[in-house]
């Protein structure tokens, strides 16, 4: 760590002692921000059925009151289970949650017969399969939180989530294309007849709890053992070893899956985690290097070789000039564009736009969709509540006492950040249009499932690192378990 | 492990800032481009969000908007679309639109501002009233006869152009240009098969897009004598002064000699402009050419409306159709001076003379009406939504005056002359009298002379009722009969059904 931050971490630790002692759980804080949550969603239901339909249904509140109640479900589990959790985060996701099924019902809307609309079941279309979706995540999301009553338990089954994450990304790749592939990207696991699963969205948790294991153990090595050059320390050859397996996987996924979004996440994960481990500059430019460096020979491979690169390639050019294929290639970026600049500052209102002229607007372009109706405002203050996620997740990884637990929730938060920005930088043409899904407002369950998990990850940790460090709390440390080593640690200090 | 975790924070929120620059640079600075690009459905949807105004003839609507339930609301249908196709025109989701769609689009779209008020009423009554109506000044009978005759000629032209016209006021009453073309595929929402039968039409050889009858010159052959009669007639030549006729005449520096239809016609040395025009004496026309002048003959055609490159068919005000200009053409040597062959072939409507078939009927529109020539003109009235309020109703005007009215009886009577005796007989109709000039127009060295005929009717009081010129492209042997025998019905059918004014 270096000179300067020491101090700032010391008042830091205090005021977490402070606000152990006083051992406020601010649970009345988060059931009031989840109401106000709920009733910005219906408010939103509302709007759109009276621009859509003409008129309020008696029924509008009902997807509202269903999604409050699965929250306040989820509420009632933390109240019990992670009581000094950060109040903050399910009221946060409650709301973009909530956003998202909202305007996913608006689609079904638009896309149902007109004499049909009114009528139109809670449960129906994309809106209602979310609804159920979500009521599945938080369900899964308050069993994690049930199961793992301490994050450091984790840490017991790294290697066992680092096979997995593994094995997960792999899968797709070498599924053939029938079962794994949708628009281009193979990214999927396609059970004929019964759905479809994005391994993806599990693999990345996976592979960053195994991630924040493999860093703890290996910290030390990797940040004292060193050479410096121009000012910099660079980690010893052997020690590069991790990273390049990763970037490979990663640039494998970037070829093999075609989808340069995900490769970003995971390279970005690991580059970002291991220079939270290793306080290390070296390493994130020993990352970005290495990333820009590999996704520019893809993009010369795929002008010159083609074959597995040309995708990329594709989308690089694409980026470039959307308008110059307006209806071939480019068509859908350009669709995002035009929607996003037809809503302007201030939107058309829920409801008021034409979601079914974009095309994946329940998928991929959902933020595009949304932005046609909020505008620039609405958009911005979705924006700052993904924000807000990520800096409360920081902020348990901050206060959170041990390493595994900083790296896993500091990781986790920067992932969630990370994959907002490739997805909304995306369909802005601020970098090159990847498929991700945008956290908790694009349909699917996978996505919302993940994510819901990570979530529950951050209120676990949130809650170890708020609860007061003696009385032990209303949950004790599961009854013999035997006394933790490394992860059971206070923050060490490092000096280089 | 704490200061990289705040750097981290720091990182997330540059990216969100960025996120956040991006999007006001799409959302407002790139806003306005990207909302009414053309790329853009919504403009289209927008579009079809209310219902556009029909478009009617004699109190039957020829445009209409079905709804549909779809995306787009509503669907513009042409009812006997290929029989009122070019003054109509259509309105296409992706192409351009054309004809009285196009001239009248923001009234018809509810977006004009005449229409201001209404779309404030609709804002506080929560209604779409839609656009409004535009009535039209045709006769449903005159353009259906037109068409119908027109398709139905007697000598086999694929090609050809109708346009009758009110003398006294300018409205035009049958407008038909042949091949025509249905306009309901064109205005599909499938925009791939409108765009496939839009490519169809426009690659088809005979151009049946074209509006032949406004928008195309051909050389109108002897039609043109009716103007070098003017001439002659203000230049101290009677109806009954005899002018050199013969059965040959070559014009100095000539190397062919002009000849008259057939060896009957006019073979005696001299003739009376009254004979010379019933039965339409190339000779005489050619030498009485020769002697007025070049300059008198194109001064004569510019005051019956050749060369105006700026009418347009619609309302009597701004916009409409676009007219082609008519032509007299060059008549010099390359040495300036007058070229006396050209001349004389330019005196009976050949050489580099070419007209549209709207200039023909309002020549004959200009003589039926005592030399008042009335500007032509398509949009009788513009109703509001409701059909309570008129935002426009037209108000006939001259549009130029050219020849006097003397000039004009002496002509009228002439004309008269050849459809009671002359060349036009075809034209005659029961219980009115119908004047007119036949006119055979050599189109090229190897292929069918064009028919034409300009003529006009006048019932028991003389008053002119209907002026009317019809043209047969490449019609061959009887083009000019078969020309007047139409033109005859149709002026037939204006008068049992007058239309709009």
Known sequence: ?496 | MNAPLRRVGVVVMILFGLLFANLNWIQAYKADEYRNSDYNGRVQVAEYERKRGNIEVGGTAYAISKETGGKLRFLRTYPKGEVYAHVLGYKPVNLGETGIERTENDFLAGTSDQLIGNRVKDMFTGEETGGGNVLLTLSKRAQETAYRQLTDNQVGASKGAAIAIDPRTGAVQALVSMPSFDPNPLASHDTTAAQTAYNKLDKDPNRPLANRALAETLPPGSTFKIVVAAAALENGIGQQTSIPAGSSYTAPGAGKPIKNAAPSICPEPQVTLREAVTESCNTGFAQLGVRLGADTIKEKARQFGFEQEDLTVGQLGEGGLPVAASRTGDIQNPDGSTDQAALAQSSIGQNNVRMTPLQGALIAASVANGGSQMRPYLVRQLLAPDRTTSYYTAKPRELRRPVSGQVAGDLRDMMLNVVKEGTGRKAAIDGYTVGGKTGTAQSGPDTPDHGWFIGFALDRNGTPVSAVCVELERAGSGGSAEAARIAGRIMAAAIADAGGR
């Open chain 1, 1 to 496: 760590m270096t000179a300067a931050a020491v101090p700032a971490a010391s008042p830091a630790t205090t005021g977490e002692a402070a606000g152990a002692r006083l051992a406020r759980s601010r649970r009345n804080a988060e059931l009031s921000l989840l109401l106000l949550a709920m009733v910005l969603v219906a408010a939103y239901g509302a709007t759109v059925e009276a621009n859509v339909l003409d008129t309020v249904t008696p029924d509008f509140w009902i997807p509202a009151a269903v999604l409050g109640l699965v929250f306040l479900g989820l509420h009632l589990v933390i109240r019990w289970l992670a009581p000094f959790a950060d109040p903050a985060l399910l009221p946060a996701v409650a709301l973009l949650n909530g956003i998202g099924v909202g305007f996913l019902r608006r689609y079904d809307l638009a896309k149902a017969e007109p004499d049909q609309r009114e009528t139109l079941a809670v449960f129906a279309g994309k809106g209602g399969s979310q609804l159920a979706w979500t009521l599945g995540a938080v369900i899964l999301a308050a069993v994690l939180l049930a199961i793992m009553r301490d994050h450091r338990s984790l840490s017991r089954y790294a290697y066992t989530l680092g096979l997995a994450g593994i094995v997960l990304v792999m899968i797709p790749a070498v599924l053939p294309g029938r079962f794994s592939e949708v628009n281009g990207a193979k990214l999927w696991i396609i059970v004929p007849g019964l759905g479809q699963l994005q391994p993806g969205e599990f693999a990345k948790l996976a592979l960053l709890a195994f991630f924040a294991y493999y860093l703890v153990r290996k910290r030390e090595v990797l940040s004292l053992a060193s050479r410096r050059v121009l000012g910099i320390d660079f980690p010893r050859g052997r020690d590069l070893g991790p990273v390049l397996v990763v970037w490979l996987i990663s640039l494998l996924v970037l070829v093999f899956e075609k989808d340069l979004g995900t490769s970003l996440l995971y390279f970005g994960m690991f580059v970002v985690t291991l220079y939270i481990a290793t306080e290390r500059v070296s390493w994130l430019l020993i990352g970005l290097i290495l990333f820009f460096g590999g996704a520019y020979l893809a993009y010369v491979l795929g002008s010159t070789v083609g074959g597995p690169f040309a995708n990329f390639y594709d989308r690089a050019q694409i980026w470039l000039d959307p308008f110059a294929e307006p209806y071939d290639r480019g068509y859908q970026l350009v669709q995002g564009l035009l929607t996003l600049g037809t809503g302007g500052l201030f939107g058309a209102g829920p409801g008021g736009g034409q979601p079914t002229l974009l095309p994946e607007v329940q998928t991929d372009f959902i933020f595009a969709g949304i932005g046609e109706e909020i505008g620039l405002f609405g958009l911005s203050a979705l924006l700052v509540v993904y924000l807000l996620i990520v800096e409360r997740g920081l902020r348990a990884a901050l206060a959170v006492r041990d390493s595994f637990g900083k790296l896993l929730a500091g990781g986790l938060a920067f992932t969630l950040g990370l994959q907002v920005f490739v997805i909304v930088g995306g369909i802005s043409k601020l970098i090159p249009l990847t498929g991700q899904t945008t956290p908790f407002l694009s349909a699917g369950g996978s996505s919302l499932m993940a994510n819901w998990l990570l979530i529950a990850v951050l209120l676990r940790v949130s809650d170890g690192a708020r609860r007061p460090v003696t009385g032990g709390g209303p949950v004790a440390r599961p009854a013999g378990s035997p006394p933790e080593q490394l992860h059971g640690a206070p923050t060490e200090v490092i000096r280089p």
